[in-house]
């Protein structure tokens, strides 16, 4: 019972369910900059490249060539797919920079300002500072 109590304690801490739901949105933010990477970005690229498609970028080590990589993957081709590859790197750089942006904001709206005045010091504490100098001046 122990270990239950012990687990159940960790799992209902505020860091794990933060956690947690990061994680879950972090998977569906995925599907965005997927389809941002796929749809929106490596077209352009492809086209720069004269209108092909970085996906069909491959090599064959063991079996017969084929124009695209769909094919001679049926054809039952072993491929390095570094097309693929480029996709990925693509899309990590993506992310990475849509967090930079995010983490960015997030610390601008976060930061103190400058302008704020300093907190007050309430009128106990100043009382406490000045017998607490006083009785070390006289000491």
């Known amino acids: 019972m122990k270990v239950i109590d012990e687990f159940r304690k960790f799992a209902m801490r505020g860091s794990v369910i933060d956690l947690a739901v990061g994680v879950v949105v972090g998977a569906a933010f995925t599907g965005i900059v997927n389809s941002l990477v ?39 081709a072993v491929t390095i797919n570094y097309g693929a590859f480029i996709n990925s790197i693509l899309n990590f750089l ?5 967090l930079f942006l995010v983490v960015r904001q997030i610390n601008r709206f976060s930061a103190p300002r400058e302008d704020t005045p ?19 001046a006289r000491a």
């Not at 017969?64 to 049926?74: C, Y």
């Not at 993506?94 to 849509?98: E, H, K, W």
């Open 38 to 76: 796929k749809d929106i970005v490596t077209p352009p690229i492809g086209l720069l490249l004269g209108g092909i498609d970085l996906s069909n970028f491959f090599f064959v080590l063991k079996g017969h060539g084929a124009a695209t990589l769909k094919a001679a993957q049926d054809a039952g």
């Open 94 to 98: 993506i992310v990475a920079f849509v």
């Open 118 to 136: 300093p907190p007050v010091t309430p009128e106990d504490v100043l009382l406490l500072r000045e017998i607490r100098d006083f009785l070390r």
